[in-house]
């Protein structure tokens, strides 16, 4: 089991990476407003955060930089409709995944990243 942290603004998109990620066996905490992701990064101490940075129709990096000068080790992969190619922040990631309605990419991603981190839970 794996914990996940979920940023999304949208309230949907994040109820139903909620709903997947649990059925698949995994403790997730979605977060509502960015304010509140240093904050429940140390309460909840997640093996990944799945983020979405495009907000406003811009991508916010200084939150992922903020986020990866106070957790370096935390594995972060971004989940957006919007691809930034060629953007040296994404180098500070574990991957990109396009939004869609199909689960499978975002899964394997998922597992991928979990199978190399250090911060994975032994079970």
Request: aromatic share 8%; charged share 25%; glycine share 4%.
């Amino acid at each position: 089991m794996a914990k996940i942290l979920i940023f999304d603004e949208y309230p949907p998109i994040r109820e139903l990476l909620v709903e997947e990620l649990t059925v698949l066996g995994n403790k997730v905490m979605p977060i509502v407003k960015s304010e509140q992701i240093l904050k429940e990064i140390n309460a909840f101490n997640p093996n990944l955060l799945i983020l979405d940075l495009f907000m406003k129709g811009k991508y916010k990096w200084e939150l992922l930089e903020e986020i990866k000068r106070e957790n370096p080790d935390l594995p972060i992969l971004i989940f957006s409709g919007w691809y930034p190619k060629g953007d040296p922040h994404l180098s500070q990631t574990q991957g990109f995944v396009m939004k869609s309605s199909v689960f499978e990419e975002l899964e394997q991603s998922i597992n991928r990243i979990l199978m190399q981190s250090d911060r994975v839970m032994k079970i």
